[in-house]
Nanobody, 120 residues
Framework: QVQLVESGGGLVQAGGSLRLSCTAS????????MGWFRQPPGKEREFVAA???????YYPDSVKGRFTISRDNGKNTVYLQMNSLKPEDTAVYYC??????????????WGQGTQVTVSS
């Protein structure tokens, strides 16, 4: 059974940084595109970042230049480095596999998420 475990969230002041991790177990994701999504309080889940198996990355304008996604295939882990955090980045953050032909489209299992709270 595939399991994704996100970690690294917490409370941080605006302008601060956090690094999220997502470790997969149950199968290898080295040939999959992986993505991060977030769900702000009272809102729909939204796309945050994606990385292909070869390392190409894609971001929406809302986080471009502040967030960096990376992966360590040997550890079956995907990371999200978040800098210059803003209160509007407050959300529960999730990782999952994404479609290689449409990097904003998730498929497969979701983890439990990790809470990120940015205070002003």
């Amino acid at each position: 059974q595939v399991q994704l475990v996100e970690s690294g969230g917490g409370l941080v002041q605006a302008g601060g940084s956090l690094r999220l991790s997502c470790t997969a177990s149950g199968r290898t994701f080295s040939r999959d595109a992986m993505g991060w999504f977030r769900q702000p309080p009272g809102k729909e889940r939204e796309f945050v970042a994606a990385i292909t198996w070869s390392g190409s990355t894609y971001y929406p304008d809302s986080v471009k230049g502040r967030f960096t996604i990376s992966r360590d295939n040997g550890k079956n882990t995907v990371y999200l480095q978040m800098n210059s955090l803003k209160p509007e980045d407050t959300a529960v953050y999730y990782c999952t596999a994404v479609q290689s032909w449409a990097l904003t489209v998730p498929f497969g299992s979701w983890g439990q998420g990790t809470q990120v709270t940015v205070s002003s």
